[in-house]
């Protein structure tokens, strides 16, 4: 029997985040978008047409994706000789769209009518460079909201595993920067963070 107090442990969770919300609502909803497209489909044209239109897809995707990856793969090596060389930087001759492209591949493989859509969509270089520009402003603009200094703290965020399974939230204090980290000298092991 213990007589001692006990702490009371917090029983609030924090908030989910929007797109932790919102992404499986919107997967369902495109799932059954889908589904519902391809049985519309199936009934004006056939069973046929459509089983055609998803191997045709895929069968194109798979094609896609392939030639992105080796295109890739040999801007890769262009860098990698040029940096060994001693060259300049290498040029952006179509390393940019890599990416859209194998992400445009990928959506026609998956079987369905608007998923192939915009496979279609991201394989169209105006089309690449909109997107592509689009995602790099708002990557910058998120970089740069996240905190003037670097990531935003995000490595100053440390999570620490208990033996019980238990997370405990921390924060990273670093010696080596002036202002942080202990005053005196090191005293020594410092205790666990058990109770």
């Not at 105006?126 to 003037?148: H, I, S, Y």
């Not at 200094?149 to 100053?156: N, S």
């Given at each position: 029997m213990t007589t001692g107090a006990s702490t009371p442990m917090s029983t609030s969770r924090p908030r989910r985040s929007r797109l932790r919300t919102f992404l499986p609502l919107g997967l369902a909803a495109w799932l059954v978008l889908e589904i519902w497209l391809l049985t519309v489909v199936a009934g004006a044209a056939g069973g046929g047409t459509v089983l055609l239109l998803i191997v045709a897809g895929f069968a194109g995707g798979a094609v896609v994706v392939k030639r992105a990856g080796r295109r890739a793969f040999r801007n890769l090596q262009e860098t990698l000789q040029r940096q060994q060389d001693g060259t300049a930087a290498a040029s952006e001759r179509g390393g940019r769209g890599n990416g859209?492209?194998?992400?445009?591949?990928?959506?026609?493989?998956?079987?369905?009518?608007?998923?192939?859509?915009?496979?279609?969509?991201?394989?169209?270089?105006?089309?690449?460079?909109?997107?592509?520009?689009?995602?790099?402003?708002?990557?910058?603009?998120?970089?740069?909201?996240?905190?003037?200094?670097?990531?935003?703290?995000?490595?100053?965020?440390?999570?620490?595993?208990?033996?019980?399974?238990?997370?405990?939230?921390?924060?990273?204090?670093?010696?080596?920067?002036?202002?942080?980290?202990?005053?005196?000298?090191?005293?020594?092991?410092?205790?666990?963070?058990?109770?």
């Open positions: 859209l492209m194998m992400l445009g591949g990928l959506l026609l493989m998956i079987p369905g009518l608007i998923s192939d859509a915009v496979g279609l969509l991201l394989l169209v270089p105006p089309v690449q460079k909109a997107v592509g520009g689009f995602a790099g402003r708002t990557l910058d603009r998120k970089m740069r909201e996240a905190a003037p200094g670097g990531f935003g703290g995000a490595f100053q965020q440390a999570r620490m595993h208990r033996p019980d399974g238990k997370v405990v939230q921390g924060e990273v204090i670093r010696d080596d920067v002036p202002g942080h980290g202990p005053q005196e000298p090191d005293a020594g092991p410092r205790p666990p963070l058990n109770r």
